[in-house]
């Protein structure tokens, strides 16, 4: 939500004009908000396209936030238990990565980065905003997606520069220094986080390669195309992948003896048990072997969907795979090793992304 009862900030964007904010102070206006986002998901969450909703736009940080999320989240999930459910950072990423780490339901904490409006954005060029966004950004955003266990988009951001930030009237290079700090931002949000959103689509009237997504598009600031190229080699030809898993399982963890349903070796798992072994104790290394082989099917499951220029890829692995380590569990029965599956899977997904390219 963008305009909750009476504005979660002082922004126009929340809907008002006086730029006093009146959500938080007011008791009916909180539950006319959460009515509103019950609303939404009993309507949205049975839409299968629908990745989610995000409770509201940038609120302003206050004691009564946190309380407000965990209250109409536990509504909002008597409604749907697994329906994503994304909460904005209120400019606090510190904060509420942790948070969203701590809940054990599907709910992803987003983040907007933009390097324009202060004071010490405008002294730095884009070159000296692409080097920063490479080093303390990177290693920053790093450790928020660990402490949120992915979840966690960057909801908001842009090629915009402050004009200072430009360092020139030329328009090559003011480009030149868009394109820099746009593309380090893109490699950045693409190794770690789960995912992200440009802000904005088009302006009103205009030209601007800052925060027009179409013009950043026409002045190659940005590439007309996202993600990993599509590899037709191993999208087209099923045998081929075949033949790779059984090259990278035979690599990861030696195969010996004889070959499963899936041509894998029975004894597959030898290098996993080797490791484990001399640790001491029981273990049930046949499921590694299982989360390996699932893991390397759901990597193709997604490259492969629809035909395109570039590949899909999965998102929020951690929340794919606490339902693919249940479906496991109900069909091979609990157990205090379901970790190996876990484990297998990771190995198995990685090793496939790996062979893809």
Not at 111 to 134: M, P, V, W
Request: net charge negative; hydrophobic share 35%; charged share 25%.
């Amino acid at each position: 939500l963008h305009a909750a009862a009476g504005g979660q900030n002082h922004n126009s964007h929340c809907g008002i004009s006086h730029g006093r904010v009146h959500m938080w102070d007011s008791d009916a206006n909180l539950q006319s908000t959460s009515i509103a986002l019950q609303f939404l998901v009993r309507n949205l969450s049975p839409i299968p396209n629908c990745v989610g909703v995000e409770l509201l736009n940038e609120p302003a940080n206050n004691e009564k936030v946190q309380a407000w999320y965990e209250k109409t989240i536990a509504c909002l999930r008597r409604i749907s238990p697994d329906f994503p459910i994304y909460i904005s950072d209120a400019w606090d990423l510190n904060w509420y990565s942790t948070k969203c780490g701590e809940r054990p339901d599907f709910v992803i904490v987003d983040h907007h980065l933009y390097r324009s409006f202060t004071e010490e954005d405008r002294q730095k060029s884009g070159d000296e905003h692409a080097a920063e966004i490479r080093t303390s950004t990177k290693g920053w955003l790093a450790e928020m997606s660990k402490r949120a266990r992915g979840n966690l988009i960057i909801g908001e951001w842009s090629a915009a520069l402050h004009l200072d930030s430009l360092r020139s009237d030329d328009p090559g290079e003011q480009d030149r220094q868009r394109r820099v700090f746009a593309q380090a931002q893109l490699e950045v949000f693409e190794e770690h986080t789960a995912g992200w959103f440009f802000w904005t689509y088009k302006k009103e009237k205009g030209w601007d390669a800052g925060w027009s997504f179409r013009n950043v598009i026409q002045a190659e600031i940005l590439p007309k195309s996202f993600g990993r190229k599509r590899n037709p080699k191993l999208v087209d030809d099923e045998g081929k992948r075949d033949a790779k898993l059984e090259q990278a399982l035979g690599e990861l963890i030696g195969i010996k003896g004889g070959q499963t349903e899936h041509g894998i070796g029975t004894d597959s798992t030898e290098q996993h048990r080797a490791y484990w072994t001399p640790k001491g104790g029981n273990y049930e290394f046949w499921r590694f072997k299982e989360g390996f082989l699932q893991g390397w099917k759901d990597a193709f499951m997604f490259v492969t969907f629809p035909k395109g220029s570039t590949s899909s890829e999965l998102g929020f692995r951690g929340e794919w795979l606490k339902r693919r380590t249940a479906r496991h569990a109900r069909d091979c029965g609990s157990s205090e090793f379901l970790w190996e599956f876990e484990h297998g899977f990771n190995e198995g997904y990685e090793a496939a992304m790996s062979v893809y390219g």
